[in-house]
């Protein structure tokens, strides 16, 4: 796969990268092609160390409507003719983006305007944070399809931002929830007009910009370890670690010494 995508846009800031779905006349439902480079660019991002932050938004009016349907029902057909194996195959390509954007070490900021629903809530639910537009509107589209809700990821990271009872609700009937009422949940950090929301990412950027590259990712790794773990005990243990790890470079020292003196840190990540 080229480093050069066709819908994908890639638009480097720095150490940031501003990720586009780019099929704005199709909603930026996800077809082979989209699906494909989105497993390229998040699997790449694991060993990345030049790109620190990732911004994930939808070209056009929508952030992701889900499935390209069309495709997909054409893709069901032939995977139901090669038997459950070809199946699961093209249900894992899907469904392993969410697993490689959990796993890269980068935050991932999603803006989501108009519709994510399915896949494209998914996605937004893989992300670190999610800042809505006013005009978002999410769902887990797949039950309303004769599929289940329980999809991508859904099933996992749903009930662990909003709560069982809200997961359930909306598991259960696939019913939308409006950007309002998902900053009331708890399921995105603030709503703006659509027309702000790369202007509202910025604090965000600028506030993780600004820590210890190791630190940061650290923060993640520890961040999705500790919503599974079995024990305080093994949640302290991967503290512990991280810290220790930290302690080691000379970022620490910066990071001190630009607090103590005042001033902003020049880390180097070493």
């Known amino acids: 796969m080229p ?23 199709a909603l930026n439902t996800l077809n082979t092609q989209l699906v494909d480079e989105l497993l390229d660019y998040f699997g790449k991002l694991y060993f990345d160390r030049s790109v620190r932050i990732v911004v994930l938004r939808g ?19 032939s995977a139901a003719a090669g038997g459950p194996d070809a199946g699961l195959l093209g249900q894992r390509r ?23 629903c399915g896949g494209g809530f998914a996605l937004a ?20 399809l004769g599929l289940s ?4 990821g859904v099933s996992y990271f749903l009930p662990r931002l909003v709560g069982v009872s809200v997961a359930s609700e909306l598991m259960l009937t696939g019913r939308f929830i409006d950007a309002d009422r ?49 024990s305080l005990e093994a949640a302290v243990n991967m503290e512990d ?3 220790i790890l930290c302690s080691q470079t000379s970022d620490v020292r910066e990071g001190m010494t630009a607090f103590l003196e005042k001033r902003k840190p020049n880390y180097t990540n070493t």
Do not use: H
């Open 125 to 144: 639910l893989a992300s670190d944070i999610r800042i809505a537009g006013q005009s978002a509107r999410m769902n887990a589209a797949f039950i309303r």
């Open 241 to 243: 670690r991280n810290q």
């Open 3 to 25: 480093d050069v995508y066709e819908t994908l846009l890639i638009e480097k800031k720095g150490a940031v990268d501003w990720v586009t779905m780019n099929r704005p006349e």
């Open 94 to 116: 899907i469904s392993e983006i969410v697993m490689r954007m959990r796993r890269c070490g980068q935050p991932i900021v999603s803006l989501v305007q108009g519709p994510a």
């Open 149 to 152: 809700a329980c999809d991508i």
């Open 182 to 230: 998902a900053l009331r949940v708890g399921l995105v950090s603030e709503v703006v007009p659509d027309e702000f929301l790369a202007r509202a990412a910025e604090p965000y950027l600028e506030e993780m910009i600004t820590t210890a590259p190791l630190g940061l990712r650290l923060t993640k790794e520890c961040l999705n370890m500790s919503v599974d773990a079995q």
């Open 59 to 77: 070209a056009g009016r929508a952030f992701c409507a889900g499935l390209d349907l069309k495709q997909s029902g054409a893709r069901r057909n």
